[in-house]
C-alpha cells in the first residue's frame, strides 16, 4: 500500500509506526491515509481533500451522530492557510442527518444545545407523578412546557424525531397536540406496567401485610381493570404505585420494569393453565435442556432470579467484545451457576447479558479476573448492580409470591456485600479483611455463630493476631443485635403466631446500634409459594421489646410454613412452625 501512496492510521498502530506515516504525508511519500478519528485532533497534518465518509459512531455500544465540533475540526484539515490556495471537505451523511451538517457549508460551526427530555421522559414522568407534580392530564401536559424540550420543540421539531414531507406541514404543525398526544402514551405505558393507576386509588405507602387471601398478579393491572379509562378526563386522577415509586426512587429504567412484568407475567399465565410464548426464564430454563420448553409453575431460585436480573436495562452499556468471550467461558467453568448452553467447546457466553451474569458471579466467588478491559467492566458493573437489586426486592414485595421475594432479598444481600450467603460473611465485621476472613473460613469459623461458640485463642491462632484479638472480636459479634423467631400454630381454626423476640448478649462495651438497622420479617408457604406475612420493622422502634403477629391458615392445613428473619444486611435466620 505504501508503494501506491497509501497509507493508514489508528490507534492500534504503535507511536512509531504513527509517527512515521505523519512524516510520510507530510513529505508527499505518501498521497492518501485511510484513518480513523486519530487524527481528528492534536496533530497538525493540513490536507488538500478531507472526506469524512459517515457521520456516526459507536458509544456505550450504541450509535451516537459525531457533534458538529468533531466534524468542523476534520474538515479544518482541508486547504490551510499558507500550505493551500483552497481546500475541499466532503462529508458523507444520509439524507435524515444532512441537516445536523449543513451549517459547516457557511463556516457556521457553533452547536445548538438540544433537549434529550425525551429519550428518558417517561421515567421522569413517572418521577413526577410520585411527587405528586402530576396527577391527571393537563397538569402532565403544562410540565411538558415547562421543560427545555418545549422550548426547543417548537423551534426545530426536526430535531426529535418528527419527519415531515413538506415545509408546509411543518409550518401547520400543532405543537399542543403533540405535547396531549405525548403525555397521554407515556401515562398509557405507565399505567400498563403497573406504575401508575388511573382512575383507582394507588396502592398506600406502608407497612406490607399480606394474607393467604392476597391475590395481586400482573392480571389485576389489564386495563379491563381501570375505573377510568379516558386518561383526558379532567376528574380522572392519575395516581403512583408502589412499583412506580420504587422506580423513581432507585432511578430504574422503564425498560426494567416492562422485563420483570413480562417474566411474572408468563409466571401466572402458566400456573393460571393459560398458554403463552416463553419468555427469559423459560428460554433460560430451555437452554439448560438444550431445547425450548415452557416453564411451569415452580417455586423461583435463585439462579433463575439472578437470571431475570442480569436482563435488566441498567446493563445495557456493558456489550460483549469478540475478545471478551474466551475469558468469560473460562470463568464460566469455575463459577457457582454456570451457563450451560450446549455448545461444543464450552462456548457457553454467546450474549450480552451472559457476560453480566459470569461478571457477577465471579465477583461474588472472589475469582481473579486476568484481563484489564473485564476488571474495569466489573468495576462499572458494581456501580449500578446493587441499586438495581434492590428495586428488585421492591418489586417482588408487591407480589405475594414468597420464593420471588425470598431469593431476590437473598440476591441483594450478596450483592450488596459482595459475597454469596454462605461465602466471607465475617468480613461484616469490622476489622476483617479478605485474608482473615479466608483464614477462619477454611478453620470451620464461617458465620457470626461460629465466632461465638469458637474458642477465643483458636480465632488468635487461625488469624495469626495474638490476645485479646479473639476476645474483641467476640465482643463486635455481640455487640451486633441479635433476634429469636418463633413460629407456632396457637388454635385449630388455623391461626399461626409469629413471635419476634430480642436475644440479650453478653457485651461489655456498648449497647447494639439498633438506631443504624431494621428487620425484615418474612413468612410464607412453601407449597403453594405465597407470602403470608411481609414487615419491615425498625430496630429502634421495636426497643428491644416481643413482636407478635398472627395471620390466618385454612382449618386442617398440613402444608409447611417458613419464616425468615434479616437484620439489615446480615445474616439471617429460618424457622418453621413447631
Excluded at 231 to 257: H, P, Q, W
Aim: aromatic share 6%; with cysteine; net charge positive.
Amino acid at each position: 500500500m505504501l508503494l501506491l501512496g497509501i497509507a493508514y492510521h489508528h490507534a492500534a498502530m504503535t507511536a512509531n509506526d504513527r509517527t512515521l506515516v505523519e512524516r510520510m504525508f507530510m513529505g508527499h511519500y505518501v498521497s492518501v491515509i485511510c484513518t480513523t478519528t486519530t487524527l481528528a485532533l492534536g496533530v497538525n497534518l493540513p490536507a488538500h481533500l478531507v472526506i469524512v465518509k459517515g457521520t456516526t459512531f459507536f458509544k456505550n455500544g450504541n450509535r451516537d451522530d459525531l457533534p458538529l465540533s468533531e466534524i468542523a475540526q476534520m474538515s479544518g484539515r482541508a486547504g490551510r492557510p499558507g500550505l493551500d490556495t483552497h481546500g475541499v471537505a466532503l462529508v458523507l451523511t444520509t439524507d435524515d442527518k444532512a441537516y445536523l451538517y449543513k451549517p459547516l457549508q457557511h463556516g457556521d460551526t457553533c452547536t445548538t444545545v438540544e433537549s434529550r427530555l425525551h429519550q428518558n421522559m417517561i421515567e421522569h414522568v413517572n418521577a413526577e407523578v410520585a411527587l405528586r407534580t402530576i396527577h391527571n392530564l393537563s397538569l402532565g401536559v403544562e410540565w411538558i412546557k415547562t421543560t427545555f424540550f418545549w422550548i426547543r420543540l417548537r423551534r426545530c421539531p426536526r430535531r426529535y424525531g418528527i419527519i415531515f414531507s413538506t415545509k408546509q406541514e411543518e409550518d401547520n404543525f400543532d405543537r399542543e397536540q403533540f405535547a396531549d398526544q405525548l403525555m397521554r402514551r407515556m401515562l398509557a405505558e405507565l399505567e400498563k406496567q403497573g406504575c401508575v393507576a388511573i382512575g383507582r386509588d394507588a396502592l398506600k405507602a406502608g407497612d406490607v401485610i399480606l394474607n393467604e387471601s392476597a391475590t395481586q398478579t400482573l392480571q389485576d393491572r389489564s386495563p379491563s381493570s381501570t375505573g377510568c379509562r379516558d386518561v383526558s378526563d379532567v376528574n380522572c386522577a392519575v395516581e403512583s404505585t408502589r412499583v412506580g415509586r420504587a422506580m423513581a426512587r432507585r432511578y430504574i429504567l422503564f425498560k426494567t420494569v416492562e422485563t420483570l412484568n413480562r417474566e411474572l407475567l408468563h409466571r401466572f399465565s402458566h400456573q393460571s393453565g393459560r398458554q403463552g410464548a416463553p419468555q427469559i426464564m423459560g428460554a433460560a430454563m430451555a437452554e439448560e435442556e438444550g431445547q425450548i420448553q415452557q416453564k411451569t409453575g415452580e417455586s423461583f431460585t435463585l439462579h433463575q432470579v439472578l437470571r431475570v436480573f442480569c436482563h435488566s436495562s441498567e446493563f445495557d452499556g456493558l456489550r460483549l467484545r469478540q475478545g471478551d468471550k474466551k475469558h468469560l467461558n473460562e470463568l464460566n467453568k469455575v463459577i457457582r451457576f454456570p451457563l450451560n448452553c450446549g455448545m461444543r467447546g464450552g462456548r457457553e457466553v454467546r450474549e450480552d447479558w451472559h457476560k453480566v451474569y459470569v461478571l457477577i458471579q465471579a465477583h461474588l466467588d472472589r475469582v481473579a479476573i486476568s484481563d484489564f478491559s473485564l476488571r474495569n467492566d466489573c468495576v462499572r458493573l458494581w456501580t449500578v448492580a446493587p441499586r438495581v437489586a434492590r428495586f428488585v426486592v421492591d418489586y417482588a414485595t408487591t407480589h405475594p409470591c414468597f420464593s420471588l421475594i425470598q431469593q431476590s432479598s437473598l440476591l441483594c444481600r450478596c450483592i450488596e456485600q459482595g459475597t454469596w450467603w454462605d461465602g466471607l460473611i465475617i468480613k461484616q465485621i469490622e476489622g476483617i479483611g479478605e485474608n482473615m476472613a479466608k483464614a477462619l473460613h477454611e478453620g470451620g469459623i464461617k458465620n457470626f455463630s461460629d465466632v461465638l461458640q469458637a474458642n477465643p485463642r483458636k480465632l488468635e491462632a487461625l488469624c495469626s493476631k495474638n490476645p485479646p484479638f479473639g476476645t474483641d472480636l467476640q465482643e463486635k459479634c455481640h455487640s451486633r443485635p441479635m433476634y429469636n423467631l418463633a413460629l407456632e400454630h396457637v388454635t385449630e381454626a388455623g391461626t399461626v403466631r409469629v413471635v419476634v423476640s430480642y436475644k440479650a448478649g453478653v457485651s461489655t462495651r456498648r449497647d447494639p446500634p439498633l438506631e443504624q438497622c431494621h428487620m425484615i420479617l418474612l413468612v410464607g408457604d412453601l407449597e403453594l409459594d405465597r407470602t403470608h406475612l411481609l414487615r419491615q420493622i425498625d430496630c429502634r422502634t421495636a426497643n428491644r421489646r416481643p413482636l407478635v403477629f398472627t395471620f390466618q391458615v385454612s382449618p386442617g392445613y398440613r402444608g409447611q410454613i417458613m419464616g425468615s428473619l434479616t437484620i439489615g444486611t446480615f445474616s439471617g435466620t429460618t424457622a418453621t412452625p413447631h
